[in-house]
T-cell receptor, first 115, second 114 residues
Framework: AQSVTQPDIHITVSEGASLELRCNYS??????LFWYVQSPGQGLQLLLK??????LVQGIKGFEAEFKRSQSSFNLRKPSVHWSDAAEYFC?????????????FGTGTQLKVEL | DTEVTQTPKHLVMGMTNKKSLKCEQH?????MYWYKQKAKKPPELMFV???????INESVPSRFSPECPNSSLLNLHLHALQPEDSALYLC?????????????FGPGTRLLVL
């Protein structure tokens, strides 16, 4: 069965600083990997996804992520954080189980941005 | 347009009430999902519909009853809920049930069971 680990429950960065959120996955086949962001009381918005090809993936809002098969990682990065980036970030792996597509989420990383 | 809409935004119900949550998408997606999200936790899959047929039920109690009347609509009927069912209920849709397809999420319905 697939699983996702986000080791950092909370991260605080200063506005303008760089950001890296860690994600490690466990899945036997080629993983389909996603990063979603959730603002308080809101639904989830897709930042980016990876399923093949170039291992450096560009997303919305200036985010990027790098897929490293050897490390089973899919870390999210942003060179300069804005105060509006404060939110919960979820890494997820998609897998086809009996009956359909199942997204397995990590436990999330809460990002706080200091002004 | 990648919008999934959900109504109502908030819902308060007693344990003896019957209520329904509604989800709608007009992206031509043929897979739709219900998730439950407790505070400070990731979403947990409840149900998956593929081409209007229930394809996954993650052992959800029968007090939750999903319905997919057509390819654009997904309902979740609630009856005799417990206080521990209070949560954010998220609907999502995707082109189909391929694992590489992006799931697009609605804003959710925040449910409080008294």
């Amino acid at each position: 069965a697939q699983s996702v680990t986000q080791p950092d429950i909370h991260i605080t960065v200063s506005e303008g600083a760089s950001l890296e959120l860690r994600c490690n996955y466990s899945y036997g086949a080629t993983p389909y990997l996603f990063w979603y962001v959730q603002s308080p009381g809101q639904g989830l918005q897709l930042l980016l996804k990876y399923f093949s090809g170039d291992t450096l993936v560009q997303g919305i809002k200036g985010f990027e992520a790098e897929f490293k098969r050897s490390q089973s990682s899919f870390n999210l990065r942003k060179p300069s954080v804005h105060w509006s980036d404060a939110a919960e970030y979820f890494c997820a792996v998609g897998a086809l189980t009996g009956g359909g597509n199942k997204l397995t989420f990590g436990t999330g990383t809460q990002l706080k941005v200091e002004l | 347009d990648t919008e999934v809409t959900q109504t109502p935004k908030h819902l308060v119900m007693g344990m003896t009430n019957k209520k329904s949550l509604k989800c709608e998408q007009h992206m031509g997606h043929r897979a739709m999902y219900w998730y439950k999200q407790k505070a400070k936790k990731p979403p947990e899959l409840m149900f998956v519909y593929s081409y209007e047929k229930l394809s996954i039920n993650e052992s959800v109690p029968s007090r939750f009853s999903p319905e997919c009347p057509n390819s654009s609509l997904l309902n979740l009927h609630l009856h005799a809920l417990q206080p521990e069912d209070s949560a954010l209920y998220l609907c999502a849709s995707s082109q189909d049930t391929s694992a590489r397809e992006t799931q697009y999420f609605g804003p959710g319905t925040r449910l409080l069971v008294l």
